[in-house]
């Protein structure tokens, strides 16, 4: 009788047998010839060295799928193990593409994250070639969510080391000291937005374990005064609320290695009308540098309920009526 250990690494085990060990039984149904024990991250097997070969090589692929795609279901499974996986996964992603657009990763439970709109789909393709972006558009627009798919995508990508997460805590006045609770219950009001993107892309036990170990850092603004972000990709969200000197700290932050994705929203500005946003100067004084891109979003983007976009229709008409009545009374 030939024995084998396998070795299940750069993956959760949990991940790989599935919700109450299914995947496995399912491997189980189909090598009944053969003993499959697992503990922790192993996976001994006795039987035939034939079928310990095939098992290994199906389970290979079983975990290769996983990384590609964030999960695996039943039917998924099954294909592999029956020898016809390589065709359902190719059809499998040239329909999403056909009939969702563009595929920036696959998020928990296999969940498609896609750049559905236009738009977004500028987002991603900047990203490729610049190393800091602005994407400033109204609520709804998913410019936060795909700004954090493309870090979430290149930390998966090994193409850094870590992902930077910051938002200004206007309400608060970068004092946080009046808030109850300690500093990440004092922050997390402000960061909720970016913890539901990234509850839709990394497992659980995951995230709260990039977070113990700071591959993922969520913090205000004003914490990263003096820093270097380096082999990073740094996210800061809610970038109207930002002044002109607070901007400019924050983008002078930059390492070597680093990408930069600078989302906000014009018509939300909750600055004391004496402090002028730093994103609006930073639009006027920006463009045309190399390397530095503008993806503008609209009404036309909204991903959220349909009656979002008409509402932010209405509202931008309103301003614009507004400003004619304006003008006319000034003649």
Sequence with gaps: MNTKEILIEHLDPAEAFGVHNQNLKTF??????????????????????????????????????????????????EAILMGSHAKVNKSLVQTEKAEHGDIILYGNHAKVIRAKTPNQRK???LMDTNDILFAIGPAGTGKTYTAVALAVKALKNKEIKRIILARPAVEAGENLGFLPGDLKEKIDPYLRPLYDALDDMIPADKLKSYLETRVIEIAPMA???????????????????????????FLTRMGPNAKFIITGDLTQIDLPRKSMSGLVKAVKILEGIEGIEFAYLTFEDVVRHRLVRNIIKAYDQSVDNLMDQSEATKR
């Design 123 to 125: 987002m991603v393709s």
């Design 223 to 249: 914490f990263m005064r003096g820093r270097t972000l380096d082999n990073a990709y740094v996210i800061l969200d809610e970038a109207q609320n930002a002044t002109d000197l607070q901007l400019k700290m």
């Design 28 to 77: 189980q149904n189909h090598f009944n010839a053969l003993k499959v024990v697992a503990r922790g991250n192993q996976v001994m097997l006795s039987g035939k060295k034939g079928d310990i070969e095939l098992f290994e090589e199906k389970f290979d692929q079983m975990i290769q799928h996983i990384q590609n795609y964030g999960g695996i279901n039943s039917i998924q499974l």
